[in-house]
């Protein structure tokens, strides 16, 4: 029931083109979703988060849509670039002990020029 | 320095050996974390600090001893590895270890290579 699961496990897209990476929980006591991004010798670092409340969050071209009866959430990325080719992270807690962070097993994403 | 470093950045070590992973981080918060992250598997946590003291402890082997002698120091002590222990080791920090807005900080994360 701790687990998060994400798919795919990797992602080939064109440059400009749509990157959806989805993401699906069972604890429904989790209300905090980040996702993460990682690239090459270097730490995750956070990208964009949801909280339950709210059906679909955008920063830019990052957009996190949220389906709380389903469990599911998904990362989108708008236009695409070669830049964001990288490894994602989607993750769940919850709030009164959000340092434990559940990590699904990542998407490595490349965007072909 | 900014953030959060983590030395050495790689580390070749036998089984018998002991050794020690290092992590500061520069960012005025009061807990720090370590995460082992194997190929195709999900980060584990490991540990959590949260001021100084330890709050987290995932059932990880023994040969695995952290210290965190304050709240800017975070230190992972090897001994008698096994191969399958070879992975990317990463230290990180936040503010608090609960609360709406609890980002987690990594660091770049020492590559650990049991031989």
């Known amino acids: 029931q701790q687990q998060v699961k994400q798919s795919p496990q990797s992602l080939i897209v064109q440059k400009g083109g749509i990157s959806i990476i989805n993401c699906a929980y069972e604890?429904?006591?989790?209300?905090?979703f980040p996702w993460y991004q990682q690239f090459p010798g270097k730490g995750p670092a956070l990208l964009i988060a949801?909280?339950?409340?709210?059906s679909e969050k955008k920063e830019g071209r990052f957009t996190i849509s949220f389906n709380k009866s389903a469990k599911q959430f998904s990362l989108h990325i708008m236009d695409s670039q070669p830049g964001d080719s990288a490894t994602y992270f989607c993750?769940?807690?919850?709030?009164?002990?959000?340092?434990?962070?559940?990590f699904g097993s990542g998407t490595r994403l490349l965007v072909r020029p | 320095e900014t953030g959060v470093t983590q030395t050495p950045r790689h580390l070749v070590m036998g089984m018998t050996n002991k050794k020690s992973l290092k992590c500061e981080q520069h960012?005025?918060?009061?807990?720090m974390y370590w995460y082992k992250q194997s190929a195709k598997k999900p980060l584990e946590l490991m540990f959590v600090?949260?001021?100084?003291?330890?709050?987290e402890n995932n059932s990880v082997p023994s040969r695995f001893s952290p210290e965190c002698p304050n709240s800017s120091h975070l230190f992972l002590h090897l001994h008698t590895l096994q191969p399958e222990d070879s992975a990317l080791y990463l230290c990180?920090?936040?503010?608090?270890?609960?609360?709406?807005?609890?980002?987690?900080?990594f660091g770049p994360g020492t590559r650990l290579t049991v031989l």
């Open positions: 990180a920090s936040s503010q608090g270890r609960s609360g709406p807005l609890n980002e987690q900080f």
């Open positions: 604890n429904t006591a989790f209300d905090y």
């Open positions: 949801i909280r339950p409340d709210v």
């Open positions: 993750a769940a807690s919850r709030r009164d002990s959000s340092y434990k962070l559940i």
């Open positions: 960012l005025g918060h009061n807990a």
């Open positions: 600090y949260s001021l100084e003291e330890r709050v």
